[in-house]
């Protein structure tokens, strides 16, 4: 039994190296003791402590899909209610992440080119970059076994995301460009830990390039969305 088992596990890596397309799900939690959850979110520390508690067990899940060198990755909207109280409210998590399920990123790898389909501030917009791989440094010795493929742990240059990747899965820059030749099946970003729970080597439906919206490159998105921030905080 042990050898059939060893044998299937070759022959699926196999067959997802050579994969032409792939449907990945990965499984969100949030990292509430972490001091970064929410650090940006403008509440001082006691609340920012508060809301970060109340999403200890709230689960999310994410979908990644690659097809000819597309990429599409989304939010999952999330079935019944998934509740947290904060400040004397009761929210639910679900329904207040439909919004966001609209949102994702495309990715063009012949092109180079990425693509954030995101609303903000009542307005829809098309956040437009080129795909640039952030500094990852892979760690000796450090390995694991996710969904059965073999893991192989890298750090970030700045020490906020960790990830584990499988060379077995030769995709680059998903779901986070890190730049390194493998699959990443979990990565820590110091907020989530996203946890790749099912690969599939087949797309159902299309990956959809985003049309609708405001095209603004990111340098200038971001300079906007922050400029905005500061005028609601003196507001």
Known sequence: M????????????MVMAHAQELTVTYQ???????PDLFATAGLNEQMRSSLANAYKDVVMNYRLKFKDNESEY???????????TFMGQTIDVNAAALAQAQNYTYKNHNEG???DKTSVFGKE?????????????EVKGEKKIILGFECIKAVSS????????????PLK???????????????DNGQQTYTATEINDVVEGDIIKPTEGKVINKADFTEMVNKRVEMMKRN
């Open 74 to 84: 989304r939010l999952i909207p999330g079935e019944g209610k998934q509740e947290i």
């Open 125 to 137: 917009y098309i956040v437009v970059d080129s795909i640039r791989s952030s500094d990852f440094t």
């Open 173 to 187: 820059d998903e779901p986070i460009a890190c730049g390194l030749n493998g699959l990443v099946l979990q990565f």
């Open 2 to 13: 042990k050898k059939l088992f060893s044998l299937l596990a070759i022959t699926l890596q």
């Open 113 to 115: 080119v990425i693509l």
């Open 158 to 169: 700045d020490k906020k995301t960790t990830i584990w990747y499988t060379p077995h899965i």
């Open 28 to 34: 969100a939690v949030y990292n509430s003791d972490s």
